[in-house]
T-cell receptor, first 113, second 117 residues
Framework: KAGVTQTPRYLIKTRGQQVTLSCSPI?????VSWYQQTPGQGLQFLFE???????NKGNFPGRFSGRQFSNSRSEMNVSTLELGDSALYLC????????????FGPGTRLTVL | AQSVTQLDSQVPVFEEAPVELRCNYS??????LFWYVQYPNQGLQLLLK??????LVKGINGFEAEFNKSQTSFHLRKPSVHISDTAEYFC???????????????FGQGTILTVHP
């Protein structure tokens, strides 16, 4: 099976712009979680989607949003980018059935100038 | 809410020596416990997990961890490390039940393991 894929791998934006990141989970996985990784704050949970519904959300401002499509692919959007949004954004998918293991993609490296 | 403390930010060790990476957690509910490894410019890979049962858990690449409920710890060990084990290691917890647990891992700050020849 193919692993979790994230596109693009690298992105450079300027302050005030918006950005959309994409995540394709492992085939058959219906849960997708997003994390932000920075040197200062470490790995922080953004949100989780299951069957096109957001089930859980972390403590991030409303500029961070996401959605999930019927094929379980997920996107996250950050509007009005700030310098502090520069980070590695990781997506993870989880199989149904209680294994609880999250399978991570390689991440999208976002740089905000 | 859950929190995770990894007691060492960096651990240098020589090749073939044993290593222990320490992890303590805090939670008002029962949790599941995980160790992940991250190599440069890559995502996270699961090393091992504790869901229930035996408190000694064996994972990939010769790693093992022991869950200690009374000390709220989940330390990671390897009896003999290799150069290829150089990476950053993350301890994580997930609440066992409840809406706030869906898809959410709470991570420690990470421990950089550097194996020297």
């Amino acid at each position: 099976k193919a692993g979790v894929t994230q596109t693009p791998r690298y992105l450079i934006k300027t302050r005030g712009q918006q950005v959309t990141l994409s995540c394709s989970p492992i085939s058959g996985h219906r849960s997708v979680s997003w994390y932000q990784q920075t040197p200062g704050q470490g790995l922080q949970f953004l949100f989780e989607y299951f069957s096109e519904t957001q089930r859980n959300k972390g403590n991030f401002p409303g500029r961070f949003s996401g959605r999930q499509f019927s094929n379980s692919r997920s996107e996250m959007n950050v509007s009005t980018l700030e310098l502090g949004d520069s980070a590695l954004y990781l997506c993870a998918s989880t199989p149904s059935g209680g294994s609880l293991e999250q399978f991570f993609g390689p991440g999208t490296r976002l740089t905000v100038l | 809410a859950q929190s995770v403390t990894q007691l060492d930010s960096q651990v240098p060790v020589f090749e073939e020596a044993p290593v222990e990476l320490r992890c303590n957690y805090s939670s008002s509910v029962s949790v599941y416990l995980f160790w992940y490894v991250q190599y440069p410019n890559q995502g996270l890979q699961l090393l091992l997990k504790y869901l229930s049962g035996s408190t000694l858990v064996k994972g990939i690449n010769g790693f093992e961890a022991e869950f200690n409920k009374s000390q709220t710890s989940f330390h990671l060990r390897k009896p003999s490390v290799h150069i290829s084990d150089t990476a950053e290691y993350f301890c994580a917890v997930s609440a066992r039940a409840g809406g706030t647990s869906y898809g959410k891992l709470t991570f420690g700050q990470g421990t950089i393991l550097t194996v020297h020849p």
